[in-house]
C-alpha cells in the first residue's frame, strides 16, 4: 500500500509540473502531458525509488532520475511529433530540471515512509563473521633480538 501511495504522489507532481512547463510554457497538448507523465513516473519510480535509491543513496538516485527523465521527455516529445517554439532538447532539459528538484525532496520521502529499513539489509551483514582487529601492527623484533 505504501508503494502504491508513493506512486500516486509522484504521478501528481510530476503531472502538475509537467503540465506547467510542457503545456503553460511551450504548449504540448493535455493528452501529451498525461501520458508522458505517466510513462515517466512509472519508470521512474521503478528504476530510480526502487531500483537505485533502495540500494545506494539520494544524490545517485536524484542523478540517475534526472537522466531518465531527459530522456523520456525527449523521446517521448519527439514521438508525439511535438514541436515547441524552442529546441526540443532545451524543452526536454528545462522539464527534467524541474522533475530533479520535485525528486530531491520526493526521495527523502520514500526513503523514510515506503523503505524503512530494507536498505539496512540489503547486503545481509552478519556481525559474527566480520575481521578481528589485533591492537598490534607490527611484531616487537627488538624484544626477539633480546631473547637469542
Known amino acids: 500500500m505504501k508503494h502504491i501511495k508513493a506512486i500516486l504522489i509522484?504521478?501528481?507532481?510530476?503531472?502538475?509540473?509537467?503540465?506547467i512547463i510542457l503545456d503553460i510554457i511551450f504548449g504540448m497538448s493535455l493528452a501529451n502531458v498525461f501520458f508522458i507523465s505517466l510513462?515517466?513516473?512509472?519508470?521512474?519510480?521503478?528504476?530510480?525509488?526502487?531500483?537505485?535509491?533502495s540500494r545506494t543513496n539520494n544524490t545517485v538516485a536524484t542523478i540517475t532520475d534526472f537522466g531518465l527523465a531527459l530522456i523520456v521527455i525527449w523521446f517521448l516529445s519527439a514521438a508525439l511529433s511535438f514541436t515547441p517554439r524552442t529546441p526540443l532538447f532545451v524543452t526536454s532539459l528545462f522539464s527534467a530540471a524541474a522533475m530533479t528538484?520535485?525528486?530531491?525532496?520526493?526521495?527523502?520521502?520514500?526513503?523514510?515512509?515506503?523503505?524503512?529499513?530494507?536498505?539496512?539489509?540489503f547486503l545481509n551483514i552478519n556481525p559474527n563473521y566480520q575481521t578481528e582487529v589485533s591492537g598490534e601492527i607490527t611484531p616487537e623484533i627488538e624484544k626477539n633480538n633480546e631473547n637469542k
Not at 101 to 121: A, G, M, P, R
Open 101 to 121: 528538484l520535485f525528486e530531491i525532496f520526493f526521495h527523502k520521502y520514500v526513503s523514510s515512509d515506503t523503505f524503512e529499513h530494507e536498505s539496512d539489509n
Open 39 to 53: 510513462v515517466l513516473s512509472v519508470a521512474s519510480y521503478l528504476v530510480g525509488d526502487i531500483g537505485i535509491l
Open 10 to 19: 509522484k504521478f501528481v507532481a510530476t503531472f502538475v509540473i509537467l503540465f
